[in-house]
Each structure stands twice: as structure tokens, then as C-alpha cells.
């Protein structure tokens, strides 16, 4: 989604997934920084407890204060035996959209869309999980299906294990992957969220994780864990020396234009239109930012 031309723009610096039959995770979770909660009714939760997350998910949805963060569920496979009773529950909830996960096609995502749709959900947008390779040789057909798809949210285990890579720190092995789905969204003005990293104890892996989503070109990461938010909107917020920066390019920006020029200079450096439109995507970010009441991660020089 584009921050410079779309009023409704809204940042996906973090998605905490949030298992839905743990009752607790999920009341602890209106308390939270995070920009996106997926109350997931898939992978977290086991399949005898399908029935009990889902009810619990309805009951605790009554009450859809959940502060700035966007809500957003993850049904079940619809091929599952869970996926059409999840949908069914929860499509006329108060939240703002269903993750479908393991979607490999633009048929799966039209199918998935109709599916919401009959089920009562015809105002909630979706997001795809994309997570084999299958779903990445297609990622450009997915995020070109439907204008009700707004973000990709890339499941990095499972494709990995897909793939048989031996995933390091560097994750070395998934990058090209990641980069095809990265161009995908972009082609198709999408949002993309990079997948969790997963060793909650490892601070400084989960900061470089962090970082490297950002200069990957993701919009955003996944967390599996509320400890993991304060690295992952920190990394993902532009920092005081990027605004200054942003801001001074608009202003040479706007006096070359109204010199009838094209292009400016600042401390003899080249600024094309391009740096403008960045400059612009930094300031939508931080204004969005300040609105949430995180302005203490703005001010920071790193």
C-alpha cells in the first residue's frame, strides 16, 4: 500500500501472532505496541483445542478494543476440516481482516476471498501467507489477484524446511526467495511482512533479524512473542536523522520545482524525485508513528 497516495495507509512495522485458545495471550495483547495482532486459529494452535480457540476468539472479539493495533485472524486451511467453520465464526466479528494461510495461487486467493464473502465477511480485507515454493514461484499472480489483498505475510520456517535449507543468521539461503516476494508486493503496491525469528533468547540475532527485514525492503516483521515488539518497531521506525533528512529533501525538492527545475542539490549530492518520494514515505511513517504515541522511537540517531 502506498503511504504517499493512500489516506488509509496504516504501518505493519510489527504482527504479533497471538494463539487463540490461550485466553491470557490474547487479553495481554490489548496492552501491547504492536501494529498488527493475528489471532491465529492455524499453526499455534493444536488440533484438539480448534473448536475451543475458535469459541474463545468469538467471546473475547465482544470486547474489539485492541488500541491502535490492527486485528486481524488467521483461519485454517478452508480444505481443512476447520477452515470453513472458522470463517463462519468469525466474518461478521468486529476486526479488520482474515490472513489466509499456505495460498499458492490467485485462484486459491479468489476462492479464499469468496469464501469470506459467503460467510458474511464482504468488508474485511485479507492478507496471504505465502510459505512454499510454489506460493513464492506464484507470489507475483497472488499479489496481483485481488485489490481486497493488502498485505503478504511470509511464512519463512516452513518454506525453509520446504526448500531444505539449513537457515543461519545471515539466512543467507532465503534471500533470493524473500526477494521474490518482496518485488511481487511492490509491483503490486502491497504491504509484505517478513517471517518470525525465533530464538527468543538471542537479543542481538532478533535485532539483526530486525534490521535486515528493513533493508530487505519489508514493511514489516512478525513476532511470536511480546519481548520481540521493542526491536522490531524500533528497527522498523525512521530515526531523527532520517526525518531531518527526509525533511530537507522535501524543502529542496519544492524550491527547485518552483525554480522550474527537476532535480536539487543538498552538500553536493544529486536528489531525484524518487528521494522525494522516499522523503515523503519517512514523513507519512513518522507522522503515523507519533499518532500511536510511540515518539520516543523517533528520536533516535541509529
Sequence with gaps: MNCINDTHYRPRRSALYVPAHKVRYIEKSRTLNADCIIF?????VPPARKAEARQHLVEQLENSDFGYSERIVRVNKLSS?????????????DIDGVLFPNIESADEMHLAIAALDAAGGENKFVMANIESP????????????SDRLTTIV??????ANSLRINVTLDRQGLLTYLSMCILAARAHHKSIIDGPHFNLKD??????????????GFDGKAVIHPIQLTYTNDALTPKGVDIRKAKDIISAMEQANAEGQSVAVIDDRLIEPCLEQWANRVICLYNKVKEYGQSELLGRER
Aim: include cysteine.
Design 81 to 93: 476440516t476447520w477452515g470453513a467453520e472458522d470463517l463462519a465464526a468469525i466474518a461478521r466479528l
Design 203 to 216: 537479543v542481538v540475532a532478533c535485532e539483526y533479524s530486525c534490521r535486515q527485514a528493513r533493508d530487505l
Design 134 to 145: 510454489l506460493g513464492v514461484l506464484r507470489a507475483e499472480e497472488i499479489a496481483a489477484s
Design 40 to 44: 491465529d486459529l492455524q499453526e499455534s
Design 154 to 159: 511470509m511464512g519463512t520456517s516452513d518454506l
